[in-house]
Every structure is written in structure tokens, then in C-alpha cells.
């Protein structure tokens, strides 16, 4: 079962009007967009995947509320190019929710969990040629270091990135548990203590496979160029690198010149196109932290388009 997390704030961050258009970045099993759906009554929805099981499932829930919604199979990387191909130029509201969906999670043959034994995989879409099995058998000891430790900040990526080499010189490493019990001998008895010591590595691996730190930043600024004045960009995150980005591209497109900065009275076509929303990220609130455990490590940032 795929619960949405923050929900009710990204869905109210939205400030969605009955006639308007809203892009939902990051389809997934619809529960953002399903809720979308039910308050644009005249307007219309559009939502990315690239997991056609995604699609498929979520187009079933949504036809249930309404017709008004169109779904691509396709990466938000190619967001802008899509949306102008169906003659959409400007939209009212955009989310994106960067987690990995629940029902992929708990797939057990799609290789994204580390609490079951499958083959290594992780590819959001299906038919993709490279896959989870690729990073950990083909890449170099430095290239598996670098990725875990820049992308699952693991401190001990050195070890493990070692000890998958060291492995894959006996016989290839096929399945989720043989590389989870390779992560687990590379790292001393107290790091495995608090939390699964396989997250953070496949965490990085899965973000390698699916390009997913690659095409943020270009996509967050086509997504902020198709606003409307009045329309709301809404991102939710689930780990420091993805905050970082939505961060650091947030502030770029709401900071007011250097040059004018200090004035008592700032000229208008000085002051910038966006203004952030919330200052500070949204985070869970306690009672959907006992509900779903998952929602722990989100943050919803927005900006919003005035001028």
C-alpha cells in the first residue's frame, strides 16, 4: 500500500484553481495527482512516469475520479518538450515527490529493497538496458566508491566498493542479498546497529541507474520557466543531496541582485520572477511520522511565480 507523504501540505501549497492546468512530475501510484484531480473540475492534469506499471495502475484510480487527465511515459527530464509537443506553454501549479514509490519498494523482483532477495535491478523504467546489475559488475573500484559515498554519503564507500570487486572476481554478483551481505563485511559491528547498513549504498546505486541527481536541476528550472504568474512549484524531497539542489535552485531564481539588495526601495524590474513560499522546508508532522515511517527524512520546499 502507497500512502503520499506531506500530502495535505503539498496539495494546499498548490493553491489549485477549479479551471486550472497542474503537472504532476512524479506520477507514481497517484495519490498526489489523485488528489489534484478532484478539485480541477474544469482544468486538467497532466503526470510524468516512466514506469509503465505506474501508469497503468494509476490510470484505473484516476479514470474513477475524472477524465480530465492525460498521462506521458516519460522521464521529467523532458518535461518542457512534452507538455509544448500537446500545445500546453504555460501551467498553474507543478509537483514533483522524489521518493521512490511503495509498491516499487515492495515489488519484491524489482531489486529496489534490500529486505528481499531478488535480482539486481532498480531501473524505474522497465525497459532501459542498464540496470543495478551493470553499476555493481561493471563499474571500477573508484567509480563504486565515488557514487556511494557521493550518492548514499556512506563513510565506509572505500570498503565496500573494495570488497564488491574482490567479490566479482569469484563469480558475478546477481541478487539483492549477495551484495547486502557484501555491504555488511565491509563495515565494523557498531555501524550496523541503527539502521539497515545496505540503505544507504542502495540508495546510491538505485539514484546511478535512474540518472536521478543528473536531470534535477535542469528540470526544476524548466519546470519554474512554465509557470504562470500566480503558479507554484512544489517539491518533495527525501534525502540531503535532492534538498541541496531544490535548495540551491530555489534561491537562484529568488534572490534579489546584489547590486540593489540593500535599498530602501527596490526597483521592480530588479526584484526577482519567484518568491519562496516557506523559507524553511515543511517537514512531517508527528502523526503522520507513526503512520508511515517512510515520510521521516521528507521536506516539501515551494516557490511561487509573481511577476
Do not use: W
Not at 507514481?28 to 501508469?55: C, T, V
Not at 539486481?120 to 559488475?137: E, G, H, I, P
Not at 563513510?155 to 566498493?161: G, M, P, R, T, V
Not at 540531503?240 to 531544490?246: A, P, W
Amino acid at each position: 500500500m502507497h500512502i503520499s507523504v506531506l500530502l495535505k501540505e503539498s496539495i494546499d501549497s498548490l493553491e489549485i484553481k477549479e479551471d486550472g492546468i497542474y503537472v504532476d512530475c512524479t506520477l507514481g501510484y497517484a495519490g498526489h495527482s489523485g488528489e489534484i484531480l478532484k478539485r480541477i473540475k474544469k482544468g486538467h492534469l497532466f503526470a510524468f512516469d516512466q514506469d509503465q506499471e505506474a501508469i497503468d495502475a494509476s490510470s484505473k484510480r484516476l479514470s474513477e475520479i475524472g477524465s480530465n487527465f492525460t498521462l506521458i511515459k516519460s522521464n521529467f527530464a523532458y518535461l518542457k518538450e512534452k507538455l509544448q509537443e500537446l500545445g500546453v506553454e504555460k501551467v498553474d501549479g507543478i509537483l514533483f515527490d522524489l521518493g521512490v514509490s511503495s509498491p516499487q519498494l515492495d515489488e519484491k523482483d524489482r531489486g529496489f529493497s534490500y529486505h528481499y532477495d531478488a535480482k539486481l535491478d532498480m531501473r524505474m523504467d522497465q525497459t532501459s538496458n542498464f540496470s543495478a546489475y551493470d553499476v555493481v559488475n561493471s563499474y571500477s573500484e573508484k567509480e563504486l566508491s565515488r557514487i556511494i559515498f557521493q550518492y548514499g554519503e556512506e563513510k565506509y564507500a572505500n570498503s565496500i566498493a573494495r570488497n564488491i570487486v574482490l567479490a566479482r572476481k569469484q563469480r558475478p554478483i546477481e541478487t539483492t542479498f549477495e551484495l547486502v551481505d557484501i555491504i555488511k563485511k565491509s563495515m565494523p559491528e557498531k555501524a550496523k546497529r541503527d539502521k539497515h547498513p545496505a540503505r544507504k549504498t542502495f540508495q546510491a546505486i538505485r539514484i546511478e541507474v535512474n540518472h536521478e541527481l543528473d536531470i534535477l536541476e535542469s528540470s526544476l528550472k524548466d519546470a519554474a520557466s512554465l509557470l504562470k504568474v500566480g503558479g507554484v512549484l512544489a517539491v518533495i524531497t527525501f534525502h540531503s543531496l535532492e534538498d541541496r539542489i531544490v535548495k540551491n535552485v530555489f534561491k537562484e531564481l529568488t534572490n534579489i541582485d546584489s547590486m540593489v539588495k540593500g535599498l530602501p526601495s527596490i526597483p521592480e524590474e530588479y526584484l526577482p520572477d519567484f518568491r519562496l513560499v516557506n523559507h524553511k522546508p515543511i517537514i512531517p508532522s508527528e502523526d503522520e511520522l507513526q503512520q508511515n515511517n517512510r515520510s521521516r527524512s521528507s521536506k516539501l520546499r515551494v516557490i511561487k511565480r509573481i511577476k
